[in-house]
């Protein structure tokens, strides 16, 4: 049976698949923070999804992806990663505002223009924030790479990827030059921030900031 999902219902999919990835469940609070909505609001389309077979919701612990409801979610995260590509790679838009601007694009996408698009963009691997690009069988192919959060001062590392695609969170690391396979010393970390030192300069982020940057090639 083939299942007609909404833009909605498609966003709720990528976000479960990425909160499931983090934690092994999607929370309902989270889910909501990580669609900008209240939580009361996202009963109904966790009801749709659970009815179509997509979803398992377990009261009080959150919604985990089925078998099925994992391989849609791959198919719409390739599509908006190579949205993403083609706004940065071809149309040379902004790095940290292209993730809003592919949510929409990613939806107009048949398999046919996705085929030729990854195809003109070279089969690129990873979006331009560093995360991994699903095959078209749902392959993932990621880097191994670890929170700079768990990382101690006086370590050099190189920034792997950028898991919170939020414009302004993009636009801040961005603006102090913070960007995949860009490598990072980190200076000191503190309660709330975290100093770093990118190309020379010292740069301090908010907790928050470094939580969704992800590093390789710790080095003392």
Known sequence: ???????????????????????????TKELAEELNVVPGSITNTIAHLEKHGLVEHTPY???????EGERLALNIIRRHRL??????????????????SACKLEHALTEDVLSLLEKRLGYPKFCPHGNPIPTEGGEVSDVECFPLTSVAANQTCTIAKIINEKREMLLALAA?????NVPVHIVEIRQRDVVLCVAG???????????????????G
């Open 1 to 27: 049976m083939v299942v007609e999902l909404s833009y909605e219902a498609e966003e709720y999919l990528e976000a479960i698949y990425k909160l499931q990835k983090r934690g092994g469940v999607a929370r």
């Open 61 to 67: 612990r959150g919604v985990r992806l089925t078998a």
């Open 83 to 100: 949205a993403e590509r083609l706004l940065t790679d071809i149309l040379e838009a902004e790095w940290g505002d292209v993730h809003e």
């Open 176 to 180: 102090k030059g913070i960007k995949p």
């Open 201 to 219: 300069k010292e740069q301090t982020i908010s907790r928050s900031e470094a939580e969704s940057i992800w590093v390789k090639t710790a080095k």
